[in-house]
């Protein structure tokens, strides 16, 4: 079955308290500042054939991590989206994409964090899937993709070898050493590479 949302002219944000129960939405415009209301989100990385984790840097016009480089997506869902869905849209929307599959890799994911007087502060479930296409980027929302080995990359995320992997997003950061605990991207990738 397929969701079809209305076109709105302004995206709204589902607002929550702490155990993700729905107590409002906000228009996305709004819901960024010095005092972000907790609200839902997603993450999403990506991995194809060769084994690499798709990065991408936000657009310059993005309100939070502005040129900040992050994992393949992330975004929030619409008020009554199922998140998979969300996903998906936000997949397509910013970079053209549309995975194989996706699995809810931690669904508990929740942070809090500040850029340049913003904060961010969102239960955001972290998803995971393999893609085969190139991405065609959205460039409002993205500057740039950057494919790199799962293995390198959290690597480099654990020992700050590179500046690269030191300045990527906080949630970036925080979810793919969850992720590499659990091992569920190293499941991904040897399933790629069959």
């Not at 992050?70 to 053209?96: F, K, Q, T």
């Not at 993709?145 to 690597?155: L, P």
């Amino acid at each position: 079955m397929v969701i079809v949302f209305p076109a709105m002219t302004e995206e709204l944000v589902v607002l929550v308290d702490d155990h993700d129960n729905q107590i409002g939405t906000a228009p996305k415009s709004e819901v960024h500042h010095g005092d972000t209301p907790l609200h839902r989100a997603f993450s999403c990385f990506l991995i194809n054939a060769e084994g690499e984790l798709l990065l991408q840097q936000r657009a310059s016009t993005k309100v939070t991590w502005p040129r900040i480089w992050s994992n393949s997506c992330c975004g929030h869902p619409l008020p009554g989206e199922p998140r998979e869905e969300a996903v998906r849209r936000r997949l397509r929307d910013e970079l053209g994409l549309e995975p194989r599959s996706l699995a809810l890799a931690l669904p508990d994911y929740r942070y809090r964090a500040e850029h340049l007087g913003v904060v961010e502060n969102e239960i955001c479930p972290v998803w995971i899937g393999p893609v085969d296409n190139v991405p065609t980027l959205n460039e409002a929302e993205v500057m740039a993709v950057r494919w790199v080995s799962w293995r390198r990359f959290i690597r480099g995320v654990r020992d700050g070898s590179e500046p690269f992997y030191r300045d990527l997003s906080p949630w970036c950061r925080e979810e793919a050493l969850l992720l590499d605990d659990k091992g569920v991207l190293d499941a991904l990738v040897r399933s790629e590479n069959r």
